[in-house]
């Protein structure tokens, strides 16, 4: 498994090494994300996964962060947590 994520993958290249990645991104590195939340100072943990079905190349993985984001009621900050599987 490696920790470090790169910005361009060969998806097809790492589903034949069945490559397995596990790290973090910073939101301030993710332009649309950022423009989006109060606060783009949190991290975004990836875990990815390439592998096969049949001939097909197949990703699977999760992503988890605690976003910053300014609440429409009240106008104060609040966190909330977002977990996706993909």
């Keep these: 498994m490696s920790d470090k994520l790169p910005e361009l993958i060969d998806p097809i290249m790492l589903a034949e090494r069945r490559a397995e990645w596990a790290g973090a991104i910073e939101i301030a590195a993710m ?4 423009e989006s939340v109060a606060d783009s100072g949190g991290m975004v943990e990836v875990n990815v996964r390439f592998g096969k079905e049949g001939k097909f190349p197949v990703i699977v993985g999760k992503i988890d962060a605690q976003l910053n984001l300014e609440c429409q009621n009240c106008l104060d900050a609040m966190q909330w947590p977002v977990s996706l599987n993909f």
Excluded at 31 to 34: D, G, T
């Design 31 to 34: 332009p649309r994300l950022s």
